[in-house]
RNA sequence: GCGAGAGUGGCGGAAUUGGCAGACGCGCUGGACUUAGGAUCCAGUGGGGUAACCUGUGGGGGUUCGAGUCCCCCCUCUCGCACCA
């Protein structure tokens, strides 16, 4: 009988469907496992990152399933975002049509890989039945302040008609119209206040030991909490007063002039009139409009402009110069800071370079700092001086009493600030989800009534050849009356970011028909948080850090009880492969490169680095072409062996053919064996095996064992696929061998081929359904328990004890099981390798590691 | 510049807690079977050496009876970034 997964699989998908095998309910008196992996944007085709994500979720699924859990593992789309506008455009059809059609596609493709999902869970972030609850949600937050609108500077490309990350500025001008200069826009946008929950996110970080230390770091860096103090610094000549955040408030007295970012609101106000007006407009309207995307960059010279006014010092009542500079941002503190160049490298250079005033504030341990011949600033820990009432003091010290001091004088206080800030989820888009407010002429802002929602996004509109959305130029949509006044009003216009509909559609899924509000409280109370939570490493801040916001939103909103939505979190690598690149037709397809030549011109292809898989650069294989030469077990088999989860995968094609040999060694052990194995029961632990049979009955136990921790403790599929070809090589070697083959030797191979195949079930389902059939069994195996292991079964007579001369391997040996160190010791000394490299030599200590190893110091 | 990771045979990787470096697989070499082999099976395979043995986890130091694993310095690569005051 050939091995023929083309048939075979789909029958046993088609199988498992109709027995409804992997549908889940609420069931309290079993132990619930809410296992999710990251929902899929539907691009059209399901890529090889995906086949690799949602293989390691399956596995754990359907682990978990045997082990008794009630297993919750649902799927559904990230169906909102740019990818859809930009194909309709393209190809003259609409983002819904092209949505849908990609999904169904990609359904099927999952579907024929075998996947354990809950269909009936399926949802999509589009479905106005979906997102409605989102806009339920955000008018709870714009009632609790949670949601605002402010004003911020955005990068603008006229052409796109849209806002641009700055990752789409590529020197100065938009990525898809490199003609375009990018211009910066002031905008009203709404904001999510995530800095709320920023202390509570951060705290919770220590909380979470199921998450990657990586991830938490990157976590508690981004929310960047830090100690400091405000202080405030009076306009010289009026009533205005400037305020500036500073973690170095020991360094106050040496503050000998401030700097404002170009975009702080008063720097327009305070240069009105002034011969300095031009100049400093000149150069806030530079830095805004070419430099603020390379104000970031690597290397940046430091460089400002003085705005012809200055504020008091404080501390020291001195009058200090103010300068617009290009090094401090709007976005973080209070968007000014105190400059001391003395004690902060920046504040040095830009005072070297403008002639700036300098003041030594802290004492280095040899007393020498003086600032005329200071070459950098001194960064380091020492004694205030020229500090007033705080000379003297060290200066870390003096951090709190200098606080202290400042707030009894009423010139600032003590406080914390946040590098993180608050999440901008206005996006210029069609297709996402509309931001339910209307804005009155005379009543203002307005949230829709809830009665109203959803505001559902119109499906009848033609998109704009150019991009953009159309939504502002449809009066359909944007004409309406304000609920209050019944007056004229235009709705908003903005959709939401789509990283919202991702912060909760893991609750959704809990109770996706619900329709009495977002979450229905006794499914989400039972089903959440979600248990472990699987998906690529480039999500680990963005995404991540929303959904904890918000689900601490929905909690105080009173729709959740947990805080945190993922108890556990596997972060998998990315899948990588070399690019390939001609002449002349530039980065090439696999399917464009034959025998090292290009198919167009067969010229020699140039071969690049070894890179993640993407569009972009080409080096995408297909999945689709691998499951149907190959089969999905063939295919899930490798994503698995290649290498661990959470390290990148480099893609080569041979090692689906490899896989796809091992699998072949499997079907030929059953069925070239199938009469000795049917002929006979498992083996029953009872004594008096002989040792060719006693060491393959532990090799199963060892196996059992093995591959168990690696699933359980570490998700280390590679490993455990290992030690299953080892109890397989193990078998086949048996079978070769000439011992006799009487029923008790069956007995003993039956149980190891059944433990093989049951253990590789959460791996390659399909073939091993099929074996277990053909082995007998009427249950499918989605209902057979996972194996234990015995205890006596591992029991060894006899252990290898490694010896060792001064730490360097020299000798092993074999002593009873039961032996102890003293036993061991002298054994290990009597050896005739140990006694020839000690030979003349004074032993002068003895170490003996438990029934492991002696090492034998001279 | 800042932050986070990584570096082990020809290759992917293993070594879970400081205790046999290289499990398992690929590739390669030899053999068996075969009309044939890019199928299958058996054996071998870090490097050097006939051997005894020596040597070996990016480089250099250190801790330890013992280091791929811990500490310090350096090199290289990858990822993230918002000059974090």
Redesign the pocket.
């Known amino acids: 009988m050939k091995y023929d997964p083309q048939k075979l699989e789909p029958m046993w998908q088609v199988y498992w469907e109709k027995e409804g095998l992997f549908k889940s309910a609420e069931d309290a008196s079993k132990e619930k496992y809410y296992l999710l992996e990251m929902f899929p944007y539907p691009s059209g085709k399901i890529h090889i990152g995906h086949v690799r994500n949602y293989t390691i979720g399956d596995v754990v699924a359907r682990y978990m399933r045997m082990r008794g859990k009630n297993v919750l593992h649902p799927m559904g789309w990230d169906a909102f975002g740019m990818p859809a506008e930009n194909a309709a455009i393209e190809n003259n059809t609409h983002p819904a049509k092209w949505t849908f059609d990609n999904i169904t596609a990609m359904k099927k493709q999952l579907k024929r890989m075998g996947f354990s999902y809950d269909w009936d869970r399926e949802l999509a972030t589009c479905d106005p039945k979906y997102y409605r609850w989102e806009q339920l949600v955000f008018l709870k937050m714009y009632e609790k302040g949670l949601a605002y609108r402010k004003k911020t500077h955005v990068n603008w490309c006229e052409s796109c008609q849209s806002v641009l990350a700055?990752?789409q500025v590529e020197d100065g001008c938009c990525w898809r119209h490199t003609d375009k200069e990018v211009i910066i826009k002031e905008m009203d946008s709404w904001f999510l206040k995530i800095t709320d929950y920023a202390d509570d996110i951060l705290e919770f970080c220590e909380k979470l030991p199921g998450w990657p230390?990586?991830?938490l770091?990157?976590q508690?860096?981004?929310i960047?909490k830090?100690h400091?103090a405000l202080i405030r610094f009076p306009l010289d000549g009026s009533d205005e007063v400037i305020e500036?955040?500073?973690?170095?408030?020991d360094?106050v007295y040496g503050a000998t002039f401030l700097?404002f970012?170009p975009e702080h609101p008063l720097v327009k106000k305070i240069i009105k009139g002034l011969p300095q007006e031009k100049e400093v407009t000149n150069f806030v309207e530079r830095i805004l409009k070419i430099?603020s995307f390379?104000?970031?960059?690597?290397?940046?010279?430091?460089?400002g402009v003085f705005t012809g006014r200055y504020c008091i010092n404080p501390v020291t009542e001195e009058r200090i110069p103010i300068f617009v500079?290009?090094?401090?941002?709007?976005?973080?503190?209070?968007?000014?800071?105190?400059?001391?160049p003395t004690h902060?490298q920046?504040?040095f250079e830009f005072a070297k370079k403008y002639g700036l005033k300098l003041r030594v504030v802290i004492q280095n341990p040899d007393g020498n700092l003086e600032k005329e011949t200071m070459e950098e600033a001194y960064v380091g820990q020492g004694a205030l001086v020229n500090s007033g009432p705080f000379n003297g003091q060290q200066n870390l010290a003096a951090l709190e009493s200098i606080a202290e001091y400042l707030e009894s004088k009423g010139m600032g206080h003590k406080t914390e600030?946040?590098?993180?800030?608050d999440w901008g989820i206005s996006r210029q888009r069609y297709w996402g989800a509309p931001i339910p407010i209307v804005y009155c002429k005379k009543c203002g802002t307005m949230p829709v009534p809830e009665k109203d929602l959803p505001v559902v996004l119109p499906l009848d509109l033609d998109m704009r050849p150019n991009g953009g959305s159309p939504l502002p130029f449809e009066p359909s949509f944007y004409k309406t009356t304000c609920p209050v006044c019944k007056g004229e009003a235009r709705r908003e216009t903005d959709t939401m970011d789509t990283f919202v509909e991702s912060s909760w559609y893991f609750d959704r899924y809990t109770c996706p028909d619900y329709e009495e509000g977002p979450l229905d409280p006794n499914r989400v109370d039972y089903w959440m948080p979600v248990d472990q939570y699987i998906g690529g490493?480039?999500h680990?801040?963005l995404h991540l850090l929303y959904s904890r916001f918000y689900t601490r939103v929905l909690r105080d909103l009173g729709y959740l009880k947990v805080t945190e939505p993922f108890t556990k979190l596997l972060t998998q690598?990315?899948v990588c492969k070399e690019t390939q690149e001609c002449k002349t037709h530039g980065l090439l397809y696999p399917f464009e490169v034959k025998d090292g030549l290009c198919v167009h011109c067969h010229t020699p292809i140039k071969t690049g680095?070894i890179?993640?898989m993407s569009k972009s650069k080409r080096n995408v294989v297909d999945p689709q072409g691998l499951i149907d030469q190959y089969g999905a077990d063939t295919l899930r088999m490798f994503c698995l062996?290649?290498?661990?989860p959470d390290?990148?995968?480099?893609w080569?094609d041979?090692?689906v053919?490899?896989?796809s040999?091992?699998l072949?060694?499997l079907w030929?052990l059953v069925t070239d064996h199938l009469e000795g194995l049917k002929g006979t029961d498992l083996y029953k632990e009872q004594g008096g095996l002989p040792e060719s049979l006693k060491s393959l009955h532990r090799k199963t136990h060892q196996t059992i064992k093995?591959v168990t921790?690696?699933i359980e403790?570490?998700f280390?599929f590679?490993?455990a696929?290992?030690?299953?070809?080892?109890l397989?090589?193990e078998v086949?070697?048996f079978l070769?061998s000439e011992v006799k083959k009487d029923q008790t030797a069956w007995s003993v191979v039956r149980e190891a081929v059944e433990a093989g195949v049951v253990l590789l079930f959460p791996i390659v389902p399909h073939i091993t359904e099929e074996l277990w059939r053909m082995l007998g069994h009427k249950k499918s195996l989605v209902e057979t328990p996972w194996p234990e292991y015995s205890g006596a079964a591992l029991e060894e007579q006899k252990k290898?004890v490694?010896l060792?001369v001064?730490?360097?391997?020299?000798s092993?040996i074999e002593v009873p099981a039961f032996y102890g160190d003293a036993e061991i010791e002298a054994q290990a000394l009597a050896d005739e390798?140990i006694q020839?490299?000690t030979k003349g030599k004074p032993i002068?200590?003895v170490?003996v590691?438990q029934k492991?190893?002696?090492?034998?110091?001279v």
């Open positions: 700055n990752e230390d990586r991830v770091t990157m508690k860096n981004w960047g830090s400091g500036t955040f500073t973690t170095r408030q360094t700097c970012a430099e390379v104000r970031t960059a690597d290397f940046t010279t430091k460089e500079a290009n090094f401090v941002l709007i976005e973080y503190g209070t968007g000014a800071i105190m400059a001391v902060d920046r504040d600030n946040f590098r993180i800030r490493i480039e680990a801040i690598g990315m680095n890179v993640k062996f290649a290498s661990p390290k990148d995968l480099e080569n041979q090692g053919e490899w896989s040999r091992f072949t060694r030929r093995k921790g690696d403790n570490r280390h590679n490993t696929i290992a030690a299953i070809m080892e397989v090589n086949n070697h070769n290898l490694v060792q001064n730490g360097k391997l020299r092993k390798r020839h490299f002068r200590k170490i590691v492991k190893l002696v090492n034998i110091v």
